[in-house]
């Protein structure tokens, strides 16, 4: 899979250092797998489950932390939506937030 915005995941554990190697675990994880349905997603990540939207929830440091990521299944890309603490995934709607948008110009 392509991952797009791998920034925002580096941003994130730069403020939170304790998920830093689990994000970049997730994220060379993430790399190899190609994921054509949702099934796909909680296969390699049993912790992980799938929503409305073409999204999935993604359980971090045995789930301190959430990171919410919206596929396109047939381009093969994953587009991180949303990485915070549980306390802050409390607070967002799973299914809509976009958190890390693309710049102006950007299309993928």
Not at 52 to 77: C, D, M, Q, T
Not at 85 to 105: C, M, N, S
Request: glycine fraction near 4%; proline fraction near 4%; charge should be positive.
């Amino acid at each position: 899979m392509n991952i797009y915005n791998r920034s925002s995941l580096i941003s994130f554990y730069q403020k939170h250092p304790l998920c830093k190697d689990t994000l970049e675990k997730w994220y060379h994880d993430v790399e190899t797998k190609t994921w054509r349905r949702p099934g796909d997603v909680t296969r390699d990540f049993n912790t992980a489950r799938t929503i409305k939207n073409s999204r999935a929830i993604f359980e971090i440091n045995h789930n301190v932390y959430r990171l919410i990521a919206e596929i396109n299944y047939p381009k093969g890309w994953v587009f991180i939506k949303f990485i915070g603490t549980h306390a802050e995934y409390d607070k967002v709607d799973a299914e809509k937030i976009d958190l890390f948008r693309p710049q102006k110009g950007k299309h993928f």
